[in-house]
């Protein structure tokens, strides 16, 4: 049997330990994996209720659970329209589309292909001239350019990064690759050898190689650098397989690969930026644990596993050459090291790989080396588990509720009769929809945001006709009260404040009050990015011990009222739907478009704000005052409010009603201090300004 030396074990052990404390053992790497696919699901539930062409996916580190906080990984996105059918075989031709043959002979590098179009109504290449997007070789067949993702690209205002475009996000958020794709449902010629071969390791095994040839794949438009045909290649993506490679990793594989990503950040990226990749590191992983025996991949000898990696990454450096591992033929370093830093590289390497381990006390991404000292002289660290899974979970209650914005995005246009079917739609399929494992659980996490949207469109109706609102519309709302803490909650007491229900409100808004534990709830907005601070620690705690179902009792997220909801806004809010002037609407961005003619409110705000208006009506001055008392503390001190600007007007409007013009005109103009365009607070102001000086004469 196999024999670990003593001093190979001990440095495994403790590594092993570091590792996990930093978020990388088994549990965590699920529950992110979980979360990860629920955003998946939930953001294809979404396309699909639109009846849209396209899905999106997620992989890289992110997903996968392989990356550490101190990496600050990317997120890599994989967008892929499913308008423009890829196929491999003629006889795959389908009718009344603009079919794309895949051209992968002798002409084509290793790993890429051409793509021929192909007349919709019959089997038979296109007639047509090159364009921008076309070109037509000497035989008269016409392929697409791959310089058609560049341009989508740019439209949509992406740095342009090989196939991918590059959005960086604000300080806390991931810069997010945005890959555009299209899908073939056959596996690609090139990778067919792979499903037949088989290494020492008997891995992938025949069932995962079985399922990876059902995946297909997608190509990505790049061409192979310095190949004449440049333009024209589109490379062959097989993510999905991947990913269902690394998913059958175990924890020592996977912790092994970390642990090469952190080396090539820590030594190799400063000073040779972009010449060794992530990806080839998972490539020589893969390759080594095809062809090891199974029992080396063990917690105890980590150590000797990446070394094995690494000296492999070594060889490949040599030789320049790391094949890809299902399509064997594509050199992912083709083109990428010069003789120049060639030497310096594979230096940096063989001193890691003869320290025998000592080199990984000198990293300093997420404290590893200060770690592992700590370890060897059995001295307790922190752990960091609690922050991942209240990431993770915060990161997933934000996709839920930007469900919301893709709605009004969606129905920006509708009557609000229009808008009743579409949601009916919506609700119908989402409840009833034949979905299995995340899916179900994705389509239950969403499904009560659309009751609660179609029961207050209906009450908006009721009220507009009858002042009152009826009872199918009270239950559509009660489908969706615990979705959170308090926003769709605070939509009914919103709605009971509008038809006067005052004592059913009241009673609405003291139950949120008393579920709404300010050392643990989290205001959730989706609307836009902002710099967050650190979330509260009762907030990391719960999410460490639970999975999504937490959610309804730790997170509130901001209220959303869509314009055709509009009978359900007291009048104060109801200017947030009219803050764009035609100037304003120029600087505003796609994002924004989604929610600025939309009433958004933080819900701790806005309870505050709906309890003001409540003991007014019911003449409790003291419970008043200290509603008004709570708003203006949560303004000053609540660190996480996605609509202060917001909050500041309806802030403003109270201090109007108290008869303290001095202290609203201060109130907006903070809020446009915040805000300086698309804000309500500039016609409050108009407003405010003309009483006084109506009142004056």
């Known amino acids: 049997m196999y024999q670990v030396p003593d001093y190979n074990q001990t440095v495994s052990m403790k590594l092993s330990e570091v590792l996990a404390d930093i978020g990388v053992d088994e549990r965590i790497v699920m529950k992110t994996r979980r979360s990860w696919l629920l955003i998946e699901s939930i953001t294809n539930i979404t396309y699909q209720l639109r009846d849209g062409n396209c899905l999106t996916y997620f992989f890289g580190s992110q997903s996968e659970g392989t990356t550490t906080k101190g990496m600050q990984s990317d997120l890599d996105q994989l967008y892929c329209n499913k308008a423009l059918p890829m196929i491999q075989d003629w006889s795959d031709w389908i009718p009344g589309l603009y079919n794309l043959l895949m051209i992968q ?273 059995n001295l307790c660290t922190i752990k960091t588990s609690d922050i991942i899974s209240g990431t993770l979970l915060f990161n997933l209650a934000k996709h839920i509720y930007m469900t919301l914005k893709e709605i009004n995005y969606h129905l920006k246009d509708s009557s609000p009769n229009e808008a009743v079917e579409i949601l009916k739609n919506y609700v119908s399929k989402t409840i009833n929809g034949q979905y299995e494992g995340l899916d179900k659980t994705a389509s239950n996490l969403i499904a009560p945001i659309y009751c609660t949207t179609l029961g207050s469109v209906l009450a908006s109706l009721n009220i507009y006709h009858y002042n009152t609102v009826s009872a199918d519309a009270l239950k559509l709302i009660s489908l969706g009260l615990n979705t959170d803490v308090a926003s769709s909650k605070l939509k009914l007491a919103s709605i009971l404040y509008c038809v006067q229900e005052i004592q059913k409100a009241d009673s609405v808004l003291s139950e949120i009050e008393r579920r709404y534990d300010l050392q643990i709830v989290e205001p959730v907005c989706s609307c836009h990015d902002f710099e967050k601070k650190t979330p509260r620690q009762g907030f990391f705690k719960l999410c460490d011990i639970h ?4 959610l309804q009792y730790t997170t509130a997220s901001c209220v959303i009222f869509l314009q055709c909801e509009i009978h359900c806004v007291p009048n104060e809010l109801r200017y947030e739907m009219f803050r764009s002037t035609q100037e304003d609407r120029m600087f505003r961005t796609e994002e924004d478009n989604k929610w600025m003619d939309c009433a958004v409110v933080d819900s701790l705000p806005y309870l505050y704000f709906l309890q003001y208006k409540v003991y007014s009506h019911l003449g409790r001055h003291d419970q008043k005052q200290a509603a008004l008392f709570k708003l203006i503390r949560t303004i000053k001190e609540e660190p996480n409010l996605g609509h202060r600007e917001t909050a500041l007007n309806i802030l403003g409007k109270c201090m109007e009603q108290e008869g303290r013009a001095g202290d609203a005109f201060q109130c907006y103009s903070m809020s446009l201090n915040i805000r300086g365009r698309n804000n309500a607070a500039k016609i409050h102001i108009a407003t405010l300004l003309s009483v006084l000086i109506n009142a004056r004469r």
């Open 105 to 377: 002979d002798n002409s084509v590098s290793p790993g890429y292909c051409l793509l021929q179009v192909l007349r919709p109504d019959a089997p038979l290449p296109f007639d047509g001239e090159s364009d921008q997007f076309l070109f037509k070789d000497r035989t008269g067949k016409l392929f697409l350019k791959n310089y058609i993702v560049h341009v989508t690209l740019l439209n949509i205002k992406r740095e342009i990064h090989g196939p991918a475009g590059v959005l960086q996000r604000h300080p806390g958020y991931f810069d997010n690759d945005f890959v555009l794709a299209l899908h073939c449902t056959t596996w690609p010629q090139q990778a067919r050898q792979w499903l037949d071969q088989q290494g020492e390791g008997q891995w992938p095994s025949a069932e995962m190689k079985q399922y990876c040839s059902r995946t297909g794949c997608f190509v990505v438009g790049v061409g192979c650098s310095g190949s004449e045909h440049e333009q024209l290649e589109w490379r062959i993506s097989t993510s999905l397989a991947e990913r269902c490679l690394m998913f059958n990793l175990n924890i020592t594989q996977i912790r092994c690969y970390v642990l090469m990503k952190i080396i090539l950040k820590t030594f190799i990226n400063p000073l040779f930026k972009d010449v060794i990749s992530s990806f080839m590191c998972k490539t020589v992983l893969f390759h080594c644990i095809s062809n090891t025996h199974s029992n080396i991949w063990r917690e105890n000898n980590l150590l000797s596993c990446l070394s094995l990696c690494l000296y492999l990454l070594y060889n490949n450096i040599i030789n320049e050459n790391c094949p890809h591992f299902i399509i064997p033929g594509n050199n992912l370093m083709r083109g990428k090291i010069s003789p120049a830093v060639k030497p310096y590289i594979l230096e940096i390497l063989s001193n890691i790989i003869n320290s025998e381990g000592v080199a990984l006390l000198g990293i300093k991404c997420d404290d590893l080396g200060s770690r592992l000292h700590l370890k060897f002289n």
């Open 547 to 550: 999975n999504e179902e937490i």
